[in-house]
Each structure stands twice: as structure tokens, then as C-alpha cells.
């Protein structure tokens, strides 16, 4: 069996995120959180990895997003935990903007 070849996929337009904060969205079956942060737009896996609470409903503030349920931080340039509860990394997608459009390599 091989693997599938990732592509780009659009995900939403740039002008229908919200400015300077987290957009959901739904793509299929993936839960996804858009980030328009100050160096740009990010894409990251929307479901806290702690206990599955959707990231979109937090906190977000430059690069730091805050689960809504128990306060765990990711940075989301990286998936990184920032702090109690969440240990697990956040899973990160390759982003582009190409006209006009937010677009993962998935
Ligand atoms: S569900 Fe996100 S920190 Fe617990």
C-alpha cells in the first residue's frame, strides 16, 4: 500500500477569517483552527489534544492559543504544549495564501 500524496487544499478565504483572532473549520472530517497571527495565517488541527475541546472556543493571543476547557496553551507556529494539562503536541499543517485562499497541504 502506498501513501497518499498530499496537496494543496483550500480551506477559506482570507477575507472571511477573523481578524487577528481563530477561525473554525470543518474540512471533511478534520476540525481545523486558522490563525491570523501577526506574522501570518497558521493552520492547526482544531481539537485540544488534553481532552478534545475545540481550540476555536479559547483564547487566542499572537501566538499562543488557550483551550477553552482547562487552560492548556499550545504556540501555534510549532504544536507545542505551553502548558499544564496538555503534554501532547498539536498537529501543525503546511500553509499557503495563494489568491486569496488559506490552503493546507493535507
Ligand atoms: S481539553 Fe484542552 S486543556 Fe483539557
Do not use: E, F, H, L
Given at each position: 500500500m502506498t501513501a497518499r500524496q498530499k496537496t494543496w487544499t483550500d480551506v477559506i478565504l482570507t477575507g472571511d477569517l477573523e481578524r487577528g483572532d481563530v477561525t473554525y473549520v470543518k474540512l471533511g472530517s478534520r476540525h481545523l483552527a486558522v490563525y491570523d497571527a501577526p506574522d501570518g495565517i497558521h493552520v492547526s488541527a482544531a481539537l485540544c489534544t488534553h481532552n478534545g475541546a475545540n481550540l476555536c472556543d479559547g483564547y487566542f493571543d499572537g501566538h499562543i492559543i488557550e483551550c477553552p476547557l482547562h487552560q492548556g496553551c499550545f504556540d501555534?507556529?510549532?504544536?507545542?504544549?505551553?502548558?499544564?494539562?496538555?503534554?501532547r503536541a498539536l498537529k501543525i499543517f503546511e500553509t499557503r495564501v495563494s489568491d486569496g485562499v488559506v490552503q493546507v497541504l493535507a
Open positions: 501555534i507556529r510549532t504544536g507545542t504544549p505551553k502548558g499544564a494539562p496538555v503534554t
